[in-house]
């Protein structure tokens, strides 16, 4: 079955740190991949998304992901976190077909920020 | 931002009590979906629509009702609220013109639901 991992459920860094999430998948196919964030009380909003090509997706507020086929990762970095990136952050698989056809979601990692 | 309202945004209700959730888009995206999120489990896919009344399960739809009669608005029923449906509720739509799990999906603000 289709699935999406993210091992960590909670991160604490400090800001100007740099950051990595990350999120591991399970599908057959040729992965769509999306990372989303969530501040508190908001609803999702879309960091980047990879669907083909470079494997290196550049995406908003500096974030930019990798995907390795090899290790069915898609993980997100950022250089330099700011205060303002605490929330919490998924990873999702887009899959086709069945009950769970749409998107299919990490449980999420909730980043926290030391000043 | 997408153009996507959801009302009301926080309900309180009785168990046995019907309650729908409306979600509204300006986008003229063609799919909508609904999607309950709860501690420990991410976002769980309801119902999704593929365009006016046609719809279809997602992974947790027992006790949920859907309807589309126009390409702006979703309506998430709950026949009989059950303590087991509080929730943060959320509507996303996609453009359609892709296969579904293969596009961007966008997300409304959330509905609170406490069902007591």
């Known amino acids: 079955a289709q699935s999406v991992t993210q091992p960590d459920i909670h991160i604490t860094v400090s800001e100007g740190a740099s950051l990595e999430l990350r999120c591991n998948y399970s599908?057959?196919?040729?992965?769509?991949l999306f990372w989303y964030v969530q501040s508190p009380g908001q609803g999702l909003q879309l960091l980047l998304k990879y669907f083909s090509g470079d494997t290196l997706v550049q995406g908003i507020k500096g974030f930019e992901a990798e995907f390795k086929r090899s290790q069915s990762s898609f993980n997100l970095r950022k250089p330099s976190v700011h205060w303002s990136d605490a929330a919490e952050y998924f990873c999702?698989?887009?899959?086709?077909?069945?009950?769970?056809?749409?998107?299919?979601f990490g449980k999420g990692t909730k980043l926290s920020v030391k000043p | 931002d997408a153009g996507i309202t959801q009302s009301p945004r926080h309900k309180v209700t009785e168990t046995g009590t019907p309650v729908t959730l409306r979600c509204h888009q300006t986008e003229n995206h063609r799919y909508m979906y609904w999607y309950r999120q709860d501690p420990g489990h991410g976002l769980r896919l309801i119902h999704y629509s593929y365009g006016v009344k046609d719809t279809d399960k997602g992974e947790v739809s027992d006790g949920y009702s859907v309807s589309r009669s126009k390409t702006e608005d979703f309506l998430l029923t709950l026949e009989s609220a059950t303590s087991s449906q509080t929730s943060v509720y959320f509507c996303?739509?996609?453009?359609?013109?892709?296969?579904?799990?293969?596009?961007?999906?966008?997300f409304g603000p959330g509905t609170r639901l406490l069902v007591l």
């Open positions: 599908y057959g196919a040729t992965p769509y």
């Open positions: 996303a739509i996609s453009q359609g013109l892709a296969g579904v799990g293969q596009e961007t999906q966008y």
């Open positions: 999702a698989v887009g899959v086709r077909g069945g009950s769970q056809g749409n998107l299919i």
